[in-house]
């Protein structure tokens, strides 16, 4: 079994920064994909970022283009979403997830996309 542990959330004002981190641990796999996704309250959960295996392949959502960057280091199996310029609307729980085998990069923004999730990390932007 995998386990992702999110870290880095926390209360910031507009405008700020946060790093968020996903560590992977438990039997050894090569995620071919990672994401992040958010979820605020009364609301879906929505794809936010994600990053292929080798780290050249990210994807954003049009919400946090420009603003967010996600990364990864595999050396160490962790993910990364460094959050810049942070607005109220940022304010949600966010997920990392893992895919343990290949899909074509059309489908990483879908959920069910996912093996492996974290149990989440809070994020609140105030104005």
């Known amino acids: 079994q995998v386990q992702l542990v999110e870290s880095g959330g926390g209360l910031k004002q507009a405008g700020g920064s946060l790093r968020l981190s996903c560590a992977a641990s438990g039997r050894t796999f090569s995620a071919t994909f990672m994401g992040w996704f958010r979820q605020a309250p009364g609301k879906e959960r929505d794809f936010v970022a994600a990053?292929?295996?080798?780290?050249?392949?990210?994807y954003y959502a049009d919400s946090v283009k420009g603003r967010f960057a996600i990364s990864r280091d595999n050396a160490r199996n962790t993910m990364y979403l460094q959050m810049n310029s942070l607005e109220p609307e940022d304010t949600a729980v966010y997920y990392c997830?893992?895919?343990?085998?290949?899909?074509?990069?059309?489908?990483?923004?879908?959920?069910?996309?996912?093996?492996?999730w974290g149990q989440g990390t809070q994020v609140t932007v105030s104005s």
């Open positions: 997830a893992a895919r343990a085998t290949p899909i074509l990069a059309t489908l990483i923004r879908t959920q069910t996309s996912y093996d492996y």
């Open positions: 990053i292929n295996w080798s780290g050249v392949g990210t």
